[in-house]
């Protein structure tokens, strides 16, 4: 009740409201996808030496918004807008590094190409060819992007390509430069989308979005499309948007399984007889991907996920199956590693290692930015003018994606978000993990209050978080209240 109240007052509004919808979105947890989803959206439109565009920039963000919607996790944290080739570069690669076997990918790009010789260039926003091989070293080979997706070795990946306008360079010595797209090849598991026919020019669109992203983004909200169901609905989108004159056009190998922006309630059965018992999509998909493995945390993740399932029954026996086997294997290992208590600080529990022991996706995230003198840590910990900010927003989000009520996690990503300077988000769920007892995130609450970061500076407050702080041993808010010239309770 004293949150609503103080919620009332204007000053403390806009920042109440973010932490209400923190807590909402952390109660609800994320949806409930079978496979991890990997995206790098890009947009160019401000070109240096050439025209502007007016879409791309617009494209991209609404593609970025509908594909978190979707499940997705975005590389840099959302639609990467007028990149350069070094960036795009950095970028690819680091989409390439966050693929696995058990994440589907996707690729956007809004902006010009050109294809040369039958091959695809991406341009990135300082491109300006004045010979035909400019374009090798200026541009992106959009060959490159099939090849990091492949390395992968996942079941799908998607790559659409905004991008098939009139070529703007007429004017440098580039004749094999021609418009429009050629068709490229696809690696197992891939679909290549492309705005229109190879060869063809595609509309820019006079509503601030291109025809082709506009009817994706509106077939990605409709339910129950598979992958070719989803494709033919954005065709006719485009087709009346145009009246016929565009016709997107995609070139794909072979899926394993089925793939769903939005899923629906089928209604089938798990055999797939018609008429039976109603099963979740999600649902179905999740057990299809489990069922085969002796991952006791998956068949408790699916109980949890689905509480009415139609798998509930088999999944308690594989996993009453499988706690026997594991508890016998326990016994052979090494007592120093399988006694090791969740909780305890690292350096009790593994002295002078270096080994994380966190599971589930969240190695990463405590490698990259759990703090030294956190007495949770699962790892050495990072100062923070060492934390790679970039790097483990993007890890700590997808392992509190995951894990939702990992307090730890949460702390980890509001410490990475205030490293990068996005203080307000990384105050708000600072002082939440705080408000739930978690000792790091009160002894830093201390901190954002005795400098005014993303808080107002309030020397009273930070006190009431540093004590709370060094009751339970915390040394950094030690040092605060000796800052604060405050005596020691």
């Known amino acids: 009740m004293k949150l609503f109240k103080l919620c009332r007052s204007a000053p403390n509004h806009i920042v109440c409201t973010i932490f209400i919808c923190v807590c909402m979105i952390l109660a609800a947890g994320p949806p409930s996808w079978a496979e991890g989803r990997v995206a790098l959206v890009i947009g160019n439109s401000n070109y240096r030496f050439i025209p502007r565009l007016d879409n791309p920039t617009n494209d991209a963000r609404a593609m970025a918004d509908a594909l978190r919607e979707s499940g997705f996790l975005l590389v840099g944290d959302g639609a990467q807008i007028d990149i350069d080739k070094s960036a795009f570069d950095n970028l690819t690669r680091e989409f390439g590094h966050r693929l696995t076997n058990q994440t589907v990918g996707l690729f956007y790009f809004a902006g010009h190409a050109v294809q040369v010789h039958g091959i695809n260039y991406l341009a990135p926003v300082q491109a300006n060819p004045k010979l035909e091989t400019d374009v090798k070293f ?15 070795r996942n079941r799908f990946n998607i790559i659409i390509l905004d991008s098939c306008r009139n070529n703007p360079w007429t004017q440098s010595r580039t004749r094999s430069i021609g418009g429009g797209l ?21 509309s820019d669109g006079v ?8 009817s994706m983004i509106e077939s990605m909200k409709k339910p129950g499309l598979d992958v070719y169901r989803f494709f033919n609905d954005i065709g006719l989108g485009v087709k009346r948007k145009t009246n016929g004159e565009q016709q997107p056009w995609i070139s794909m190998s072979p899926i394993e399984g089925e793939f769903f922006f939005h899923p629906q309630k089928s209604q089938t059965d798990p055999a797939g007889n018609a008429g039976g018992t109603p099963v979740d999509e999600v649902d179905y998909q999740f057990w299809t991907s489990i069922k085969n493995t002796e991952n006791q945390g998956l068949f408790r993740e699916y109980l949890r996920r689905f509480p009415n399932g139609a798998f509930i029954a088999v999944a308690k026996n594989m996993l009453e199956d499988s706690s026997a086997r594991s508890n016998a294997k326990a016994a052979k ?104 007892g978690y000792t790091a995130a009160e002894s830093y609450m201390g901190w954002l209050y005795e400098y005014g970061r993303g808080v107002p500076k309030n020397h009273e407050k930070a006190i009431k978080y540093y004590t709370l702080a060094i009751k339970k041993g915390d040394a950094y808010a030690k040092d605060g209240l000796y800052r604060l010239d405050a005596k020691l309770p």
């Open 138 to 152: 200026d541009f992106v080979d959009a060959n490159t992007i099939v090849d990091v997706m492949a390395e992968a």
């Open 182 to 202: 050629a068709q490229m090849r696809v690696a197992a598991g891939m679909v290549v989308s492309y705005s229109t026919q190879p060869g063809n020019v595609a």
């Open 207 to 214: 509503s601030g979005h291109s025809p082709y992203t506009e």
């Open 333 to 436: 290992l090494d007592p120093q590693v399988s006694a090791m208590p969740v909780g305890k600080a690292f350096d009790e529990a593994m002295p002078g290692s270096s080994r994380s022991m966190a599971h589930d996706g969240q190695a990463e995230c405590d490698r990259l930015a759990s703090g030294p003198k956190d007495q949770q840590r699962l790892a050495p910990g990072v100062e923070r003018n060492a934390v790679l900010a970039k790097q483990a927003i993007i890890e700590c989000r997808s392992a509190v994606f995951n894990n939702r009520h990992n307090l730890r996690l949460q702390f980890q990503l509001a410490r990475s978000l205030d490293v990068d300077e996005k203080i307000d988000e990384a105050a708000v769920l600072m002082e939440f993990v705080a408000s739930q």
